[in-house]
C-alpha cells in the first residue's frame, strides 16, 4: 500500500455533539472533513466546495445535498458527487463509524489531500463511428463533452472553440483581468486526452448544413457529425456610431481582451460604458490603476434594471468612494481620436466632450449564432435556439446549451428565457449530453450568480425580469442587506450582500417550488426563509 492510500482514522466527536441537520468542520490526519447528522445517519465528506473553495460548513444542508453559501453549488452527502452548479467535480466521500457513543472519521490521505473527486471516465471505442461534435468551449460544452465520457459514450467527442484556448473559466476575466488563461482552464490538456475529448482550438464555424450533417469553418476546413451540440455562448453587444473602429475602443470577451484592457488602462483617462455587470467589475478592476475613471449609462444609477435603484445606488457609491465618476442618463454621439487612430475623447449626448484614452464597452451581449442561416429548419428565437427542457432543438439531432439557447424555465411554469449565467451553462451541458445519448435529464435548477466589486460579493438567485417592487432588510448604506424582488404578491429572485447564505438557502426553497409571499417577507424575512426551508426539509425527507 502507497502512503497516498494510507487510511487515517480519526475520533472526532460525541453522537450527541450534532442534532439532526447540523454540520461541523473535524480534524482528519493533517485534513479536514465535513461530518453532518441526516435522518439519523451520520455522514462526511470533502470540507470544501470544489468550484472556488468555500467552507461548506457555511452553507446549506437540505435532504441530501449540501449546498455552497457563495455560488449555490451542491453536493451530494452519501456519494459526494456534484448535483448543482458551478463547478466540474465532486467531493471526495468518507466512512464514517461509531463506536459506542464515540464518532470515527477514516479517510485515505491522498483523499483528504486532494479535496476533489472525479468521475471516471470511459474512453473511444473502435466500434463505434459516431461523431458529436460540440461548438463552443465555455462551460455548457465542457460539461456536455466530460458528461458524455462520464455516462458511458464511446463515439468521438469534439469541441470546436473560435478561441485559441482550451475551455476555461470566463467569469474570471472581468474579476482578475491580468490572470495566465492557463490558470484558469477548467481541464488540462492531459486530463481531456485520458477522457478522449478532443479540443479544436481557432475553429469559429461558418456555415452548418443541417441536412447533410457538415459544419464549415472559417479557415476553410469542415467536419461531418452524427450529432450537434450548439453551445457557442454570447458575443458583445456593439457600439456602431462615429469612431467605433479607434484603436482602444474595447469589449472584453476573452483573455487577449482582458490583458489589453488592463495594461492600456494603467495612468491612463477611462471610460466605461454600460453600468452592469461586466462594465462594473471591468471598473472595480481598474479603480486604483488608472488617472480618472467614468462611467457613462443611460440608466439612473447602476445596475438599475437588474437590482433596482435601490440596490444599484448602494453598489454605485462604494465606486465613487473609489473616485469614480458616474454619468447617468448620458448617451454618447461619437468617439473621437487623433492621427495616430486611437481614441482621445469621447462626445456625449450633452454635448460634453471626456477625455477617453481608453473606453470599455460593457453594453449586453448577443447570442454567437449568426453562422446559422436564417432559411434552415432549425427553430430560432431572435437568435436564440429553441429547445425543450432537454435542451432537444426542433431538429432529431441537433441540440444547443448555454447562452444561445431559448429554453422553458420551471420557475415561470415553463415558460421560455434565456439566461446567461455560469450556473445555468453547466446544467444545459449536462442535459444536452443526456439528450445526446437519448436518455431524458430535464434542466430543473435556480438560476444563481455572484458579482465581486471591491472584494464585496453579491448573490443573486431566482429570476427577476418583470419585478415591480424591492423589499430591504437589513442596511444598504453598510452593504449588509438582503433585497427580495416581487411581481404581484411573490418573491422571485433574492440579491444580498454580507447574509450568507441566505441566498443559498432562498435557492433550495425555490427548487422545492415553493413561493414566498411578498407580505411574509415585509413582516419577518430571515424567519420566514428559516421556517420555509424548515418545511422543504420536512417534507422531503416525509
Same mark, same amino acid.
Given at each position: ?19 439532526? !441537520? ?8 493533517? !485534513? ?17 466546495? #470544489? ?75 473502435? =466500434? ?118 479607434? *484603436? ?5 470577451? #476573452? ?28 471598473? *472595480? ?6 488617472? *480618472? ?22 453598489? =454605485? ?27 482621445? *475623447? ?73 439566461? !446567461? ?31 465581486? =466589486?471591491? !472584494? ?71 424567519? #420566514? ?7 422543504? =426539509? ?5
Amino acid at each position: 500500500m502507497s502512503s497516498a492510500d494510507e487510511i487515517v482514522e480519526a475520533d472526532v466527536g460525541h453522537v450527541n455533539d450534532l442534532k439532526e !441537520g447540523e454540520m461541523k468542520e473535524v480534524a482528519v490526519g493533517t !485534513g479536514k472533513a465535513l461530518l453532518l447528522r441526516e435522518k439519523g445517519r451520520y455522514k462526511a465528506i470533502g470540507h470544501l466546495c #470544489t468550484h472556488y473553495k468555500a467552507s461548506l460548513v457555511k452553507g446549506v444542508l437540505c435532504n441530501g445535498r449540501v449546498r455552497c453559501p457563495w455560488h449555490g453549488a451542491c453536493f451530494n452527502t452519501d456519494t459526494g458527487d456534484i448535483e448543482e452548479y458551478p463547478g466540474l467535480d465532486g467531493v471526495e466521500k468518507f466512512t464514517v463509524v461509531v463506536k459506542g457513543s464515540r464518532i470515527f472519521v477514516r479517510a485515505t490521505k491522498s483523499g483528504l489531500e486532494l479535496k476533489r473527486k472525479t468521475k471516471a471516465v470511459v474512453k473511444k471505442s473502435l =466500434q463505434n463511428n459516431e461523431m458529436v461534435l460540440i461548438l463552443g468551449g465555455g462551460a455548457a460544452g465542457m460539461m456536455c463533452a466530460e458528461t458524455l465520457r462520464q455516462e458511458g459514450y464511446t463515439g468521438r467527442v469534439v469541441i470546436a472553440t473560435a478561441e485559441p484556448h482550451l475551455p476555461y473559466d470566463r467569469p474570471k476575466l472581468s474579476k482578475s483581468m491580468d490572470i495566465a488563461v492557463e490558470k484558469i482552464w477548467l481541464r488540462t490538456p492531459e486530463y481531456l486526452d485520458s477522457c478522449d475529448i478532443e479540443v479544436m482550438c481557432d475553429k469559429k464555424a461558418k456555415d452548418v448544413d443541417f441536412e447533410s450533417g457538415i459544419t464549415k469553418f472559417e479557415d476553410g476546413s469542415y467536419l461531418k457529425y452524427d450529432k450537434l451540440v450548439v453551445a457557442t455562448g454570447g458575443k458583445p453587444r456593439e457600439l456602431r456610431i462615429p469612431g467605433h473602429d479607434l *484603436s482602444n475602443v474595447c469589449y472584453l470577451r #476573452t483573455p487577449e481582451d482582458a490583458k489589453n484592457i488592463i495594461n492600456e488602462a494603467r495612468g491612463k483617462h477611462v471610460v466605461v460604458i454600460g453600468s452592469s455587470f461586466i462594465g462594473m467589475e471591468v471598473v *472595480s478592476c481598474l479603480a486604483d490603476k488608472v488617472a *480618472s475613471l467614468s462611467v457613462l449609462d443611460l440608466c439612473s444609477v447602476a445596475f438599475e434594471l437588474a437590482l433596482g435603484p435601490l440596490v444599484g445606488a448602494a453598489i =454605485q457609491k462604494l465606486h465613487e468612494k473609489k473616485g469614480v465618476r458616474f454619468l447617468s442618463k448620458t448617451g454618447i454621439k461619437e468617439f473621437r481620436g487623433g492621427e495616430d487612430g486611437k481614441i482621445s *475623447s469621447v462626445l456625449l449626448s450633452t454635448g460634453e466632450e471626456l477625455p477617453a484614452e481608453l473606453c470599455v464597452v460593457g453594453i449586453g451581449v448577443m447570442p454567437a449564432t449568426g453562422f446559422i442561416s436564417n432559411d434552415s429548419n432549425l427553430k430560432m428565437t431572435r437568435g436564440f435556439i429553441d429547445v425543450d427542457k432537454c435542451m432537444r432543438s426542433s431538429l432529431s439531432n441537433v441540440f444547443a446549451a448555454g447562452d444561445i439557447a431559448y429554453f422553458p424555465l420551471f420557475l415561470r411554469g415553463g415558460q421560455k428565457v434565456s439566461i !446567461g449565467h455560469w450556473q445555468i451553462a453547466h446544467s444545459h451541458g449536462r442535459a444536452a449530453a443526456f439528450s445526446v445519448m437519448g436518455r431524458e435529464e430535464p434542466v430543473h435548477n435556480v438560476p444563481y450568480f455572484w458579482t465581486v =466589486q471591491y !472584494g464585496k460579493s453579491l448573490r443573486y438567485c431566482g429570476y427577476g425580469p418583470g419585478f415591480d417592487d424591492v423589499i430591504i432588510h437589513g442596511s444598504l448604506e453598510d452593504l449588509k442587506f438582503i433585497a427580495f424582488y416581487t411581481k404581484e404578491d411573490s418573491v422571485i429572485a433574492v440579491a444580498s450582500i454580507n447574509y450568507d447564505p441566505i441566498v443559498s438557502e432562498v435557492a433550495e426553497i425555490m427548487d422545492a417550488g415553493e413561493i414566498m409571499k411578498k407580505i411574509d417577507v415585509q413582516a419577518s424575512p430571515v424567519d #420566514t426563509v428559516a421556517d420555509m426551508l424548515k418545511q422543504v =426539509q420536512l417534507s422531503k425527507r416525509g
